[in-house]
């Protein structure tokens, strides 16, 4: 099915850039919307987390804004034009994380090991997680401008993002898997993020994009998906109800499924990697559009093909 190989063709294409192409004096910026981690030696760009946390302890304290308030308004806005521009694609079909993540589900896959599904009652309670990390990233820096945190907490989802301790280990880094003995409170931070690390390589291996379920990233594409060009639509009354997109979806996401009155079925948590379109045997069921002009189309010729994906 060409999608699948069109998706999976973009996602190492977007790796190998985001991860090396630094080296080679191509970079392009500080605010793209997935994790390309700045703690990898020559990446291409910086997640927009970074850049975030650091502009949140700057709105206390105006009297140093100058140049440096500007660029950090600079880059917010290239945040929010990247993610209007293609929502959740940055998630489905760029991040290096997320690329890593379905490596995982490759390699499960491939020893028999059977992935778990959750309920979608489950995801729904697990989907505060992440808006309350993106929280911390906020109030965080925030207290420390004011005195009221340690210093040293000072961009605190950099310091145990499992994606910190992972990437830079592709560009022949090692040093972020060890324990940083600085102080107590640097010991604490990098103990919890091998920690969490290792929890989320153990979960990965039963459930497809495991860390996209607590992606502080996915929670802040959230806030901004009503200017997002890219929406996945169906049209209920061509549902023959067979419940592929649900069985295919990394996402254990079931609106698409079940939506039997709205055209508009993108939940906060689809990734657009669109399989539930490719798997759709319905001609016309489902479909991606951008800016309402409709470029992938479900089709029962295109579900047969889908069967054969890599």
Not at 85 to 114: E, H, N, S, T, Y
Request: hydrophobic letters at 50%; proline letters at 4%.
């Amino acid at each position: 099915m060409l999608i699948n190989y069109v998706r999976l063709a973009s996602q190492h294409i977007f790796f190998i850039f985001l991860t090396y192409a630094g080296r080679v004096g191509l970079r392009i910026g500080f605010s793209v919307p997935c994790f390309s981690c700045s703690l990898v030696s020559g990446c291409g760009a910086t997640c927009f987390l970074r850049v975030f946390q650091a502009f949140g302890g700057l709105i206390f304290r105006p009297f140093v804004w100058g140049a440096g308030g500007l660029f950090y308004l600079y880059q917010i806005l290239i945040f929010i034009l990247l993610t209007a521009l293609l929502g959740k694609k940055w998630c489905g079909w760029i991040c290096p994380f997320g690329l890593f993540q379905d490596w995982l589900a490759f390699v499960r896959k491939k020893i028999g090991i059977r992935a778990s599904i959750l309920s979608s009652s489950a995801v729904r309670k697990l989907s505060w997680i992440k808006y309350a990390i993106l929280g911390l990233i906020v109030v965080i820096p925030a207290l420390i401008a004011v005195g009221l945190a340690h210093p040293d907490l000072n961009l605190l989802f950099c310091a145990i993002c499992p994606a910190g301790r992972i990437l830079p280990l592709f560009a022949g880094d090692a040093q972020y898997l060890s324990l940083d003995v600085t102080n107590p409170v640097i010991l604490s931070l990098t103990l919890f993020s091998i920690i969490f690390t290792g929890t989320f390589l153990a979960a990965s291996f039963y459930r497809d994009r495991f860390y996209c379920l607590f992606c502080p990233m996915a929670a802040l594409l959230n806030l901004i998906k009503p200017l997002t060009a890219i929406k996945l639509l169906k049209e209920p009354k061509l549902c023959q109800g067979c419940a592929s997109c649900r069985r295919v979806c990394p996402m254990d996401i079931d609106k698409v499924h079940l939506e039997l009155a709205k055209t508009k079925v993108q939940s906060l948590d689809c990734v657009n990697c669109a399989k539930c379109v490719a798997n759709c045997a319905s001609d016309s069921c489902l479909s991606l559009s951008f800016y309402g002009k409709k470029y992938l189309i479900s089709s029962k010729r295109m579900a047969l093909g889908a069967k054969k994906r890599p």
